[in-house]
């Protein structure tokens, strides 16, 4: 698919001009005074995946689903990095068993960039019965724990990044660069947007015999919870999940998922969106991990305005599916 560069630094990608239109439209009702450029490219993705899924007819989920994949390998290289959290093994046969749990941060899976500890506000192990207890941090590593478990069920492994804001400033030449820090920190550049993003992860690890009970929330303020147990994680099985922000459903999130292996290192091949109760369903191609990502973005309001335009928002979870 061929895209066309802008003086600006945004693209187009043709055959999905509208989505450009949609997305100018919710930028004005968002009180910004002219049309926005195509977002940035960590978003791009994201708008196109909006725009497919809101035109394709809903009376075919399964022409639907393998259609949204196609989009979504397309577009993989214009996703954003997340924080995901991973373990060496997430099915331990019996109780007693060990496994190490690592961070990825970046684009690849199963690592790409090292995590740096001063950007995790929370790194915990959450027992099945929701007792937490915190993990270890060293500077700028994969942020590795071996845990032993002891208790059968589904055990949990939660992280939280610290809030950080980014904005997007255009230079001298009109070319949209990427800058760190609020609107305020930016002198007297001129100003495109800022988003403030917090991001969250999960990783399932299953002890013992799998049952039909789903696991816990964790409390984490964006989070994906499996709505039934690990005797359901199985190859081709449809696997329920709801999303939560902030402890609510949050309806009409974008959720991608992909297998780890899966090829490019950098792609999702599954897509699909959160319904009104913050539930959506991902059918398992295949045995193996899986990693799955929700993301949704609103308009800030009021005085932090002064600060960033949007919140942005990324949950990510890891779970083993059976054979």
């Known amino acids: 698919m061929s895209s066309d560069a802008r003086p600006d630094g945004s693209f187009v990608i043709p055959f999905l001009a509208a989505a450009e239109q949609c997305q100018q439209r919710q930028w004005l009702k968002s009180e910004r005074l002219a049309l926005a450029p195509l977002?940035?490219?960590?978003?791009?993705?994201?708008?196109?995946?909006?725009?497919?899924?809101?035109?394709?007819?809903?009376?075919?989920?399964?022409?639907?689903?393998?259609?949204?994949?196609?989009?979504?390998?397309?577009?993989?290289?214009l996703s954003a990095h997340e924080i995901k959290v991973l373990a060496s093994n997430q099915q331990l046969g019996e109780a007693g068993g060990k496994t190490t749990v690592f961070l990825s941060w970046g684009h690849r899976l199963p690592i790409d960039d090292l995590v740096d500890s001063a950007t995790i506000a929370r790194y915990d192990l959450v027992a099945p019965d929701g007792k937490a207890t915190a993990l270890k941090l060293a500077e700028k590593s994969l942020q590795t724990n071996v845990v032993e478990l002891k208790e059968p069920g589904v055990h949990q492994v939660a992280v939280a990044r610290k809030y950080s804001t980014y904005t997007y400033i255009f230079d001298e030449e009109g070319q949209r660069q990427l800058k760190r820090?609020?609107?305020?920190?930016?002198?007297?550049?001129?100003?495109?947007?800022?988003?403030?993003?917090?991001?969250?992860?999960?990783?399932?690890?299953?002890?013992?015999?799998?049952?039909?009970k789903g696991p816990l929330a964790a409390g984490l303020p964006i989070e994906i919870i499996p709505l039934d147990g690990p005797a359901k994680w199985t190859n081709a099985a449809t696997l329920r999940f709801q999303v939560l922000l902030e402890g609510k459903p949050l309806s009409t999130a974008e959720v991608v998922a992909r297998p780890i292996g899966f090829k490019p290192d950098n792609a999702w091949n599954y897509a699909t969106m959160s319904n009104r109760k913050g539930e959506f369903n991902i059918v398992a191609s295949q045995a193996g991990t899986w990693v799955i990502k929700v993301h949704t973005q609103r308009l800030a309001t009021g005085k932090v305005r002064e600060e960033y335009d949007f919140e942005s928002f990324t949950a990510t979870l890891s779970l083993e599916v059976a054979p």
């Open 39 to 77: 977002p940035k490219v960590e978003d791009a993705s994201m708008i196109i995946l909006r725009f497919v899924i809101s035109t394709l007819p809903r009376t075919y989920p399964m022409q639907r689903t393998v259609f949204l994949s196609l989009v979504l390998l397309t577009v993989s290289s």
């Open 181 to 212: 820090g609020s609107k305020l920190d930016q002198g007297a550049a001129k100003i495109d947007a800022a988003t403030k993003s917090l991001q969250c992860a999960k990783a399932m690890i299953t002890v013992g015999k799998p049952s039909d």
